[in-house]
């Protein structure tokens, strides 16, 4: 049984909106830190947004926090990525990932299980 599955991505113009969703199993859900990242195309995967699922604390990079929110649902063990107003540069592979700790300032550099990711592609 998979422990991460992302769903939600697909084809869309330039200005609309997806919303990622990341199913996980109760065990992996409760009090840990849960993020979202992506993969553009020619470069590395880079943080995104992330989630302290025990409080809500919400920590995001700058090129989300204008547009893009995450958040939770503890009764389905489940977290998601709105993301409006996208851009071609949006484009790329989301995954989705959990580690066994709090969130911190360092979010970025903890070690995390993948999803095998949802892509997310945006036209002009």
């Known amino acids: 049984q998979e422990q991460l599955v992302e769903s939600g991505g697909g084809s869309v113009q330039a200005g609309g909106s997806l919303r990622l969703s990341c199913a996980a199993s109760?065990?992996?859900?409760?009090?840990?830190?849960m993020v979202w990242f992506r993969q553009r195309p020619g470069k590395g995967r880079e943080g995104v947004a992330a989630?302290?699922?025990?409080?809500?604390?919400?920590y995001y990079d700058d090129s989300a926090k204008a547009s893009f929110t995450i958040s939770k649902d503890d009764v389905n063990n489940m977290v998601y990525l709105q993301m409006n107003d996208l851009k071609p540069e949006d484009t790329g592979m989301y995954y989705c990932?959990?580690?066994?700790?709090?969130?911190?300032?360092?979010?970025?550099?903890?070690?995390?299980?993948w999803g095998h990711g949802t892509q997310v592609t945006v036209s002009t």
């Open positions: 990932g959990v580690s066994n700790r709090r969130c911190g300032v360092h979010w970025r550099r903890y070690q995390y299980l």
């Open positions: 109760h065990y992996r859900y409760m009090h840990n830190c």
């Open positions: 989630i302290y699922t025990a409080e809500g604390d919400t």
